[in-house]
């Protein structure tokens, strides 16, 4: 926005969004979706979801997550990153690098139910409050989980670059210089351009594949939607999966609060916490249902509002309806799984890592106190059952006749580190006291 649009702005430098007129909303719809597709569509290509489903799902979600929040809130919901390592547990890969179509939709089915808890806790903080449920999940339990999320997953990261380390570093490279250096839309949009430009650098060397472009069983237009890919719930699955929440709603904690300060309004008490875990909670299920991943608020997005200065909710609706009309077209999908194994390994590089970063990022500002031997033990046991249940496949449990069903490391470390918080004195915690430290953001945007 120039600054011929000056008369837009009200005294504190915000645009009037009713001013802008519908073709400047439309192109503002246009670029928060920019924003989110490099990181929503690398969700499906690591995993082996469905792009186009996985597209029509995030606008689905976003529309949903508004009618419930009253339409004040101007988030997009895309794909949550978060849950790949549950993916990665109950749905591998097969050994030739192509999806696991047969256990994918019981991953689904654990999704769903995570976002039921979601559902779950935005009805215990209407009726409880938020101060009194937070406190079984203090930053000690939450950033030790989702660091060990990120560690999880860091192997995959390097055979994956181990197909090709060029093209990994080319795609690694370019995000660390735009995220660094870069100005304007190329410094909030680093995955994108990694992935275009290690994808020009894989074509000029001939790693790119177009087969699954070009085969004519792959339709020009089509119904997202795959029956065969709809949920599908185990026990072992579930429990895998959903403990994944516990982590995931701080971090939903800590994206309505960047926006809140973002936007200068205080969206967690209006339309209030309640609403929008429960629409992101809703948003998950619906997705995970149909065949989708997990959805979560995005950081790219709100990026984009500090930018531009337009806080209008219904920019975030028009980006919504854009990835629904992209969701149709098969053939964009087919597309975008040309994308050479090696490039997604060099920006999980990045990922992965940047999960764990975020772990720590929220101990530390929190100030979570290692020199107590209470908050020490609770994150060593935390880290070694997630890492170290890992590596032998967790932990199978029988029931019924001949029935049983396996705790993963994460769901291990998930529960293990809630009853050692609740349990053990000392629990000193109170949410809200430091609002910065309890959504581990700054909020100096």
């Not at 090709?164 to 250096?181: D, G, H, K, S, T």
């Not at 339709?219 to 959903?242: D, E, G, Q, R, W």
């Not at 249902?289 to 209008?312: C, I, R, S």
Request: glycine share 10%.
């Amino acid at each position: 926005m120039k600054d011929a649009n000056k008369e837009t702005l009200n005294s504190n430098g915000i645009y009037d969004a009713r001013s802008l007129g519908i073709p400047k909303m439309l192109i503002l719809g246009i670029q928060h979706t920019f924003a989110m597709f490099g990181a929503t569509v690398l969700v499906p290509i690591i995993t082996g979801l469905d792009v186009s489903t996985t597209l029509l799902m995030a606008g689905l979600g976003t529309l949903l997550f508004h009618l419930i929040t009253r339409g004040k809130v101007p988030a997009f919901l895309g794909s949550s990153f978060a849950f790949l390592g549950g993916y990665a547990a109950v749905a591998p890969m097969l050994e030739d690098g192509t999806p696991n179509t047969e256990l994918l939709p019981y991953a689904c089915g654990g999704v769903v139910v995570a976002g039921l808890i979601y559902v779950i806790m935005s009805g215990l903080i209407k009726v409880f409050g938020v101060k009194k449920i937070m406190r079984f999940f203090p930053p000690v339990v939450t950033g030790p989980i989702i660091i060990a999320i990120g560690l999880i997953l860091a192997p995959s990261a390097i055979t994956n670059c181990s197909e090709n380390w060029l093209l990994a570093f080319v795609a690694f490279a370019l995000i660390v210089v735009c995220n660094i250096w870069g100005k304007g839309m190329v410094k909030i949009l680093p995955i994108l351009i990694g992935v275009v430009g290690a994808y020009i650098v894989a074509l000029l060397m001939g790693e790119v594949d177009f087969s699954v472009v070009t085969d004519p069983s792959t339709p020009v237009f089509a119904l997202a939607l795959h029956p065969s890919a709809f949920a599908k719930f185990s026990i072992s699955a579930c429990i895998t999966i959903a403990p994944i929440a516990l982590a995931t709603m701080m971090e939903h904690i800590g994206d309505i609060a960047a926006i809140s300060a973002t936007a200068e309004k205080n969206y967690l008490a209006d339309p209030g916490l309640h609403r929008t875990l429960l629409g992101d909670g809703l948003a998950t299920s619906f997705a995970g249902f149909f065949g989708g991943p997990a959805n979560t608020t995005y950081g790219e997005n709100t990026g984009v509002l500090a930018l531009t200065k337009v806080y209008d909710p219904r920019v975030m609706r028009i980006a919504a309806c854009c990835a629904i009309v992209l969701s149709f077209f098969p053939r964009f999908g087919a597309l975008i799984q040309t994308i050479p194994t090696a490039i997604i390994g060099g920006i999980s590089f990045v990922l992965y890592g940047m999960i764990s970063a975020i772990g720590v990022r929220n101990v530390v500002e929190n100030q979570v106190d290692f020199t107590n031997s209470r908050n020490l033990i609770i994150a060593a046991v935390i880290l070694v059952s997630a890492l170290g249940f890992n590596t032998v496949g967790g932990i199978t449990i029988p029931f019924g006749a001949g029935n049983s069903f396996t705790l993963s490391g994460l769901a291990i470390a998930a529960i293990v580190g809630i009853l050692l918080n609740a349990i053990l004195p000392g629990n000193d915690y109170e949410f809200g006291r430091d609002l910065e430290g309890d959504t581990a953001v700054n909020f100096k945007v």
